[in-house]
């Protein structure tokens, strides 16, 4: 009885199999083909992203392009800061009784400078809307430009339109206080080694002329039967003047013989 059973189950299996593999034959082809498809619209198609043929430095290389736009447009202080610290400040219209800290996609923080007082955050976005790269997010660089502009430009446009909130809200409290830190620190230092690096402009622009002024007996002298020595060709110079004197001299007193020649024939 067992063994009748079992053998029909063999055969309805076998049977059931027989029936359902072409259908699971052309369900897988489909699927097959359905990726393929895929692949393809998302390479070539109108929304393609390039994700097969992504480019590791392309990122990299944008960057770079926005620090260098960053830096023609700031001046070399800000640069410098950037550089350095990684974030900008940018004083208000007031002057210096509060200023901003501009982070690469960050909202704008304000402060107080004479206080270090933390006052609100200023989210504010400034997308790129081609997406050139499948994504609106700026290189960092040019984000932070994008910000100091728009503070330079129109700073009561901005804080009207960006969204408000208080300290801490997206921004590390922490994070601001040690990085106004770093700030003080670095413009210590940095104000300390402007007059080293203006008085090694001095020197070397010293050493520039007295080299010049060195060459300069050379060059004269070229053309002279003086001797080689500086000195030498330092006195030649007012003799050749005193001989080009004599003959002025000369020939004006010629043309005084010849007028007075001229009367007596008269």
């Not at 960092?140 to 430009?145: A, E, G, H, Q």
Request: hydrophobic letters at 40%; aromatic letters at 6%; one cysteine or more.
């Amino acid at each position: 009885m067992l063994l009748g059973l079992a053998t029909a189950a063999l055969v309805l299996t076998a049977l059931v199999w027989v029936l359902a593999w072409p259908s699971l034959r052309a369900g897988c082809t489909r699927a097959r083909a359905r990726v393929r498809t895929w692949r393809a619209e998302l390479t070539h198609g109108p929304h393609a992203t390039g994700e097969l043929d992504y480019d590791p430095g392309r990122e990299r290389r944008a960057e770079q392009r926005a620090r260098a736009l960053l830096r023609s447009c700031v001046n070399e202080h800000e640069w410098a800061m950037y550089r350095d610290l990684g974030f900008l400040r940018v004083f208000g219209r007031s002057g210096a009784r509060y200023a901003y800290l501009i982070y690469p996609h960050k909202p704008i923080v304000a402060y107080v400078p004479r206080t270090g007082a933390l006052l609100s955050e200023y989210c504010v976005a400034f997308p790129d809307h081609s997406r050139p790269y499948g994504s609106a997010r700026l290189p960092d660089s040019d984000d932070v430009l994008a910000k100091w502009m728009a503070l330079r430009a129109d700073e009561r446009g901005l804080i009207a339109d960006a969204n408000m909130h208080l300290p801490g809200r997206q921004v590390d409290p922490q994070r601001v206080r040690r990085d106004l830190a770093r700030l003080v620190a670095w413009e210590r230092e940095h104000d300390e080694s402007m007059p080293r690096a203006t008085s090694a402009r001095t020197t070397r622009k010293d050493d520039i002329a007295h080299d010049r002024a060195e060459d300069m007996p050379h060059a004269v002298g070229a053309g002279t039967r003086g001797g080689s020595n500086v000195h030498g060709e330092r006195e030649e110079m007012p003799q050749a003047g005193n001989a080009q004197h004599a003959r002025h001299a000369g020939r004006a007193a010629g043309q005084d013989r010849l007028a007075a020649d001229n009367v007596r024939a008269a």
